[in-house]
């Protein structure tokens, strides 16, 4: 049969779409769909061998960092879309490099990053693969490089090094004293503001100057004149005591917080030092007879026995404050153990004109024994205070001058408690349970101190990844090798953010990388004088020496060689 040629043509075309709807209709018989992929993925990445979770640590200035794809990657798109940014947002330069066939990308930054410094790497969508497939979903993580391991500093003798910060730190209360009045100013930025109880640890620190040569004892006897006289003519006092702040050019008291009158733990401070100054000046010279004339007279107005609410209580008071009426904003903050105001506790108890019973030492500061721990941490018993012990400037402030060697009484070894409180704390930084960057055997010390925007008590109960270079170095009678070797690594390794003109700043945190520019008197104090009592035990036998405060202390039920 012939066939037009225009029915040829649509039997053909009939024909074909029959053989296609077939070929289909074979291939969908198992009802899978044909596979197409659009996108690939990162399959794994990491810095310096470490696959990060969150923000790392102590990453080097030249680390390597690698991503495996999931696709060859189209080396046209990296610098475009893997970026590596500083602090600043701004772009850091790096080679790459490939392997497994491009779906292996490797960088590093061509040149060292900062010691010390957070950087960000992005990986962002518009990477495309080899065939031109898009990435499904970037990332994006931070990283903090690791601290500048070499001496700051010429490494020197461990005795010269000590004197080199004391000598240093001293300077905080000499030069930098209160032209006007003498007294320590409470920190660098104070202006007139000036703290009796950083004046008191002002005060030791210069007679360790004296001692050590720093400066002459007839300056060191003028200067503490200058202070007592300022004390005696220009500054309120209620029953004897003084007020935690005072204007240092005119007397004038200045609040600190809600308190606007009398202070007794920050007086007690204060005569913690004059008492070893009357003591260090025991000469016949006529000027050093009117100080210690001075110096009685402030010791002995103070009406200890009337911080017990005038009697009515069995507790020593830390605030009066008159311009309140009601009883409690008057009277603020019994004075329970166990912290920092052992040394209230004592003078009030050695006080020759105006004494308090043992009983209120009993009830009040040991709290009818409830000051007692016991308890075990790291494997050490503590005798006194809260869990973990609190922060390390419960040992220093009133240790100053009490020496706790072989000293006993009903609640427990006092040099027990300093040392097992100390090494508790040092190995909790050791131990470093919260993985603070930073914390290690060399780098550990938790206290009062300033903090990034603000100022805490510090302690493995209240940890915020802040490290106090007066916690460790204070500590030094107690645990002279970790806190040496912790002086040394502030002092060398840090020494280029941590060291200024008064020695050491007040703290620092490794984390969140930070470090205080203060200074401040009740920090600085104990540096300088609680490494001379572990060289000499100069603050130790001046203040031990009263004997008031043999009487006293014998009186509350202590026992030590040195009484």
């Given at each position: 049969m012939f066939l037009s040629r225009e029915t040829y043509l649509k039997y053909i075309k009939w024909l074909l779409l029959f053989s296609l709807l077939e070929g289909c209709t074979k291939n969908n018989s198992n009802n899978t769909p044909p596979v197409v992929s659009y996108s690939f993925g990162i399959q794994s990445y990491s810095i310096d061998g470490i696959s990060p979770s969150n923000i790392v640590h102590n990453i080097s200035t030249k680390p390597t960092i690698k991503f495996q794809f999931g696709a060859a990657i189209n080396r046209a798109d990296v610098?475009?879309?893997?970026?590596?940014?500083?602090?600043?947002?701004?772009?850091?330069?790096?080679?790459?490099?490939?392997?497994?066939?491009?779906?292996?990308?490797?960088?590093?930054?061509?040149?060292?990053?900062?010691?010390?410094?957070?950087?960000?790497?992005?990986?962002?969508?518009?990477?495309?693969?080899?065939?031109?497939?898009?990435?499904?979903?970037?990332?994006?993580?931070?990283?903090?490089?690791?601290?500048?391991?070499?001496?700051?500093?010429?490494?020197?003798?461990d005795t010269a090094l000590l004197t080199l910060v004391q000598k240093q730190t001293f300077k905080y209360f000499w030069d930098f004293g209160h032209p006007t009045s003498g007294?320590?100013?409470?920190?660098?930025?104070?202006?007139?503001?000036?703290t009796t109880g950083g004046t008191g640890f002002g005060i030791m620190?210069?007679?360790?100057?004296?001692?050590?040569?720093f400066i002459s004892r007839t300056d060191g006897l003028n200067r503490i004149t200058t202070i007592t006289n300022f004390l005696t003519t220009k500054c309120q006092r209620w029953h004897g005591a003084f007020s935690h702040w005072v204007n240092g050019a005119t007397g004038a008291t200045v609040a600190f917080g809600n308190n606007n009158g009398a202070d007794l733990v920050e007086t007690s401070y204060l005569l913690e030092g004059l008492l070893s100054a009357r003591q260090f000046f025991n000469t016949t010279d006529a000027n050093e007879k009117l100080l210690r004339d001075s110096i009685n007279s402030i010791w002995n107005n103070v009406e200890w026995n009337w911080f017990t609410q005038n009697g009515t209580q069995q507790s020593l008071y830390w605030q009066y404050n008159p311009s309140y009426t009601n009883s409690a904003d008057v009277w603020s903050i019994a004075i329970n153990g166990w912290n920092e105001a052992l040394i209230t506790y004592v003078l009030a108890a050695s006080s020759s004109t105006h004494p308090i019973a043992k009983n209120v030492y009993d009830v009040g500061w040991a709290s009818s024994g409830k000051i007692k721990n016991g308890n075990s941490y790291y494997g050490i018993t503590l005798p006194l205070g809260p869990s973990y012990g609190g922060p390390l400037f419960f040992e220093q402030y009133s240790f100053i001058g009490i020496n706790p060697?072989?000293?006993?009484?009903?609640?427990?070894?006092?040099?027990?408690?300093?040392?097992?409180?100390?090494?508790?704390?040092?190995?909790?930084?050791?131990?470093?349970?919260?993985?603070?960057?930073g914390y290690s055997n060399l780098s550990w010390g938790l206290t009062a101190?300033?903090?990034?925007?603000?100022?805490?008590?510090?302690?493995?109960?209240?940890?915020?990844?802040?490290?106090?270079?007066?916690?460790?170095?204070?500590?030094?009678?107690?645990?002279?090798?970790?806190?040496?070797?912790?002086?040394?690594?502030?002092?060398?390794?840090?020494?280029?953010?941590?060291?200024?003109?008064?020695?050491?700043?007040?703290?620092?945190?490794?984390?969140?990388?930070?470090?205080?520019?203060s200074t401040l008197a009740i920090d600085e104090g104990p540096i300088i004088c609680m490494i001379e009592n572990y060289r000499s035990g100069l603050l130790w036998n001046l203040f031990m020496s009263c004997p008031e405060i043999k009487n006293g202390m014998k009186n509350l039920g202590f026992s030590s060689p040195n009484l």
């Amino acid at each position: 049969m012939f066939l037009s040629r225009e029915t040829y043509l649509k039997y053909i075309k009939w024909l074909l779409l029959f053989s296609l709807l077939e070929g289909c209709t074979k291939n969908n018989s198992n009802n899978t769909p044909p596979v197409v992929s659009y996108s690939f993925g990162i399959q794994s990445y990491s810095i310096d061998g470490i696959s990060p979770s969150n923000i790392v640590h102590n990453i080097s200035t030249k680390p390597t960092i690698k991503f495996q794809f999931g696709a060859a990657i189209n080396r046209a798109d990296v610098v475009s879309s893997i970026s590596l940014k500083n602090n600043f947002s701004n772009l850091i330069s790096y080679s790459i490099a490939y392997a497994n066939n491009d779906s292996v990308v490797i960088l590093q930054p061509v040149l060292p990053l900062n010691y010390l410094s957070k950087y960000t790497v992005s990986v962002s969508i518009p990477l495309r693969s080899s065939t031109g497939t898009t990435l499904s979903s970037g990332i994006s993580f931070s990283f903090y490089t690791q601290i500048d391991s070499t001496d700051k500093f010429p490494v020197i003798a461990d005795t010269a090094l000590l004197t080199l910060v004391q000598k240093q730190t001293f300077k905080y209360f000499w030069d930098f004293g209160h032209p006007t009045s003498g007294m320590a100013r409470e920190r660098n930025t104070s202006g007139d503001v000036v703290t009796t109880g950083g004046t008191g640890f002002g005060i030791m620190a210069m007679l360790v100057a004296i001692n050590r040569g720093f400066i002459s004892r007839t300056d060191g006897l003028n200067r503490i004149t200058t202070i007592t006289n300022f004390l005696t003519t220009k500054c309120q006092r209620w029953h004897g005591a003084f007020s935690h702040w005072v204007n240092g050019a005119t007397g004038a008291t200045v609040a600190f917080g809600n308190n606007n009158g009398a202070d007794l733990v920050e007086t007690s401070y204060l005569l913690e030092g004059l008492l070893s100054a009357r003591q260090f000046f025991n000469t016949t010279d006529a000027n050093e007879k009117l100080l210690r004339d001075s110096i009685n007279s402030i010791w002995n107005n103070v009406e200890w026995n009337w911080f017990t609410q005038n009697g009515t209580q069995q507790s020593l008071y830390w605030q009066y404050n008159p311009s309140y009426t009601n009883s409690a904003d008057v009277w603020s903050i019994a004075i329970n153990g166990w912290n920092e105001a052992l040394i209230t506790y004592v003078l009030a108890a050695s006080s020759s004109t105006h004494p308090i019973a043992k009983n209120v030492y009993d009830v009040g500061w040991a709290s009818s024994g409830k000051i007692k721990n016991g308890n075990s941490y790291y494997g050490i018993t503590l005798p006194l205070g809260p869990s973990y012990g609190g922060p390390l400037f419960f040992e220093q402030y009133s240790f100053i001058g009490i020496n706790p060697t072989s000293l006993t009484d009903a609640y427990a070894n006092y040099q027990t408690q300093a040392i097992a409180h100390t090494q508790i704390n040092y190995n909790y930084c050791v131990n470093n349970p919260n993985q603070y960057a930073g914390y290690s055997n060399l780098s550990w010390g938790l206290t009062a101190s300033d903090i990034e925007g603000g100022y805490t008590a510090s302690s493995p109960t209240n940890d915020v990844g802040v490290i106090a270079p007066t916690a460790a170095i204070a500590s030094m009678p107690y645990t002279p090798v970790p806190s040496i070797n912790a002086l040394k690594f502030f002092y060398y390794k840090l020494g280029d953010k941590l060291w200024g003109n008064y020695g050491f700043y007040d703290a620092f945190n490794l984390t969140n990388p930070w470090f205080a520019t203060s200074t401040l008197a009740i920090d600085e104090g104990p540096i300088i004088c609680m490494i001379e009592n572990y060289r000499s035990g100069l603050l130790w036998n001046l203040f031990m020496s009263c004997p008031e405060i043999k009487n006293g202390m014998k009186n509350l039920g202590f026992s030590s060689p040195n009484l």
